[in-house]
């Protein structure tokens, strides 16, 4: 069994709370760099196992169509991190969360495509339906955090066109890569273990860098 509470009830929310608020995340400032946020949403399923959403976007979008990733989008002037990641959980899957929501942060990502994504964890308490927008989610996963504590996670990899090895996780019999899976990975070490484990050096597989 894992050493962490699975269940998803308030128990695991003050052990995510004390950890993930403890926790020093880092910013990057990169001027040229658009900025984004993701909701690194916890929800629970069914059975009440506490659950990361992530979805499949839907493969007509122009930039990274068909790929694995954590609802989120472009800031808006004037934007927190917070309030953009809690809209975009709104906008792409009809899930609809109040500022009491928000645990904390986890470490900024800096792109290949340009963008500085900053990760919020969010915090949702009971079961809902989500309704994915169609236009920009194919299909919406709820991943029990349970099934990643595995002796695989990460998996590392090396490509020729750099020298930073690219970082992966085994989610729903396939691999999702960072930056999505860097998040997932620093969720995991960060609230579940209490460990300061830093993601954004890793790097993004090629077909991510456009």
Known sequence: MPAYPIEHDDVLRAWVEARV?????????????????????????RELRSCFLLTRRAKKLTHHGGQWALPGGRMEEGESAAD?????????????????AIVGRLD?????????????????????ELTPDPREVAR????????LDRPDVPILSHIPQSDRPVLSMPILGGKVHAPTAAFIYQLLEVALYGRATRVAHYEQPVFAWR
């Open 84 to 100: 953009a990641a809690r809209r975009e959980l709104d906008e792409e899957l009809g899930l609809s969360l109040d500022a009491l």
């Open 140 to 147: 919406a996963y709820r991943v029990p955090i349970a099934d």
């Open 21 to 45: 608020r403890r926790f020093e995340w880092r910013a990057i400032e990169s001027p040229g760099s658009r900025r984004a946020a993701v909701a690194v949403t916890l929800a629970p399923n």
């Open 108 to 128: 900024d990502f800096e792109t290949r495509s340009g963008f500085v994504i900053s990760p919020v964890v969010l915090w949702c308490e009971d079961y809902r």
